[in-house]
């Protein structure tokens, strides 16, 4: 068997860009699985440099039964619809290799429809999530930022936004015509964070901060425990647990304070856990530094906080880059493990004596 190890190296959560006003992936649209003059307009209009490629797409891909669209899905997940200059380079739009080295996009684009064929399809690994476990496995050693979580919602998106249906298999025989659906430009609102069920509001029990610290839990301007009024806990409790610690000083990205350190912390839950934003803001993608330390987007209040979250499993309707969301609103479901980071004056604030007087981790 061919031994192929490949990387979600940008891994970038697909509801949000890459902190750029242009993100190419927001262009693609539906396209039918064998419009191979379709798709060349689609990749022309993400500014993409595989415009031009949809015969070869076509070709490759129904030669080995597969839809497309799909390899567009990875390619936009991958690298940006290779618009990341270093696979421009290597003619790599899927990030097979690490690093591996192709004469054209053609010849890329061939030999990940054959190796998809062979060792995916051919070992019964037929949808995203299936083709996940070994495409971008969770908890690899060159994935120190755990990014691979993201893989199957990040492709699953893109391939939903071509037309594909991101739960079946990425088989022709399976994916038949289109099923876009309309995404309305504004999520619906919630009346209240109190209101909407199993939402957990702070109640204004004083956090607990031993040190005047920003990495302890205190606000820059004061000293004092930072804290939020209306701060609604990240994610809904269910009868399954949620749980955290104080990981913020773990080793780890971005770094803060002068200190090699995570500078967040993460909350681990039951996968398809609803998360819910913290409070009133603008949603705002993370930047590409940002990505490769595992966030995905912040909501950025109104005087100029911002809390940010690692990428989800799946995004409520008309989540994403700009959209204005209230305090208890539904941004989607969890992955396993959702990073929460806080910011304010443009430094790092550790939420876990907040998120812990907020909802304290079931232990």
């Given at each position: 068997m061919l031994a192929v190890?490949?990387?979600?190296?940008?891994a970038v959560s697909a509801a949000f860009g890459t902190g750029t006003a242009t993100d190419p992936k927001q262009a693609l649209s539906c396209v039918q699985p064998l419009d191979a003059a379709g798709m060349d307009a689609v990749l022309t209009a993400a500014g993409s440099p595989l415009a031009g490629q949809g015969g070869a797409l076509v070709n490759s891909a129904a030669a080995s039964g597969i839809d497309p669209r799909a390899l567009i899905a990875i390619a936009g997940h991958e690298t940006m619809l290779e618009t990341y200059i270093p696979a421009q380079r290597i003619h790599n739009a899927f990030g097979i290799g690490p690093g591996r080295s192709f004469e054209s996009d053609a010849d890329a684009i061939a030999f990940a429809a054959d190796l998809i064929a062979r060792h995916y399809l051919g070992e019964g690994r037929r949808t995203l999530g299936d083709i996940s476990s070994k495409w971008a496995p969770?908890?690899?050693?060159?994935d120190p930022a755990n990014l691979n979580t993201n893989w199957t919602a990040g492709v699953g998106t893109l391939?939903?936004?071509?037309?594909?249906?991101?739960?079946?298999?990425?088989?022709?025989?399976?994916?038949?015509g289109t099923n876009c659906q309309a995404v309305p430009a504004v999520p619906p609102p919630v009346p209240s964070a109190a209101a909407a069920p199993g939402i957990v509001v702070w109640t204004g029990t004083a956090p607990l901060v031993t040190e005047a610290l920003m990495e302890r839990g205190a606000d820059p301007n004061t000293g004092a425990a930072a804290t939020r009024a209306g701060f609604v806990f990240p994610l809904i409790p269910g009868p399954t647990p949620i749980?955290?610690?104080?990981?913020?000083?773990?080793?780890?990205?971005?770094?803060?304070?002068?200190?090699?350190?995570?500078?967040?912390?993460?909350?681990?839950a039951e996968p398809g856990t609803g998360a819910v934003a913290v409070a009133d803001g603008t949603l705002g993608t993370a930047t590409a530094g940002e990505q490769a330390a595992g966030l995905a987007f912040w909501v950025i209040t109104a005087d100029g906080d911002r809390i940010g979250y690692s990428g989800l499993a799946s995004y409520a309707p008309g989540i994403g880059d700009g959209v204005a969301v209230i305090a208890g609103q539904s941004l989607g479901t969890s992955t396993r493990s959702?990073?929460?980071?806080?910011?304010?004056a443009g430094q790092r604030i550790n939420p876990f004596p907040l998120l812990v007087a907020t909802h304290p981790s079931d232990r």
């Open positions: 190890t490949v990387v979600a190296g940008l969770v908890g690899a050693g060159n391939y939903a936004r071509l037309g594909g249906d991101p739960a079946a298999a990425i088989t022709l025989d399976a994916q038949t749980r955290y610690a104080d990981d913020f000083g773990q080793p780890g990205l971005p770094g803060c304070f002068g200190k090699p350190q995570r500078c967040a912390v993460t909350l681990t959702t990073t929460i980071a806080w910011e304010r």
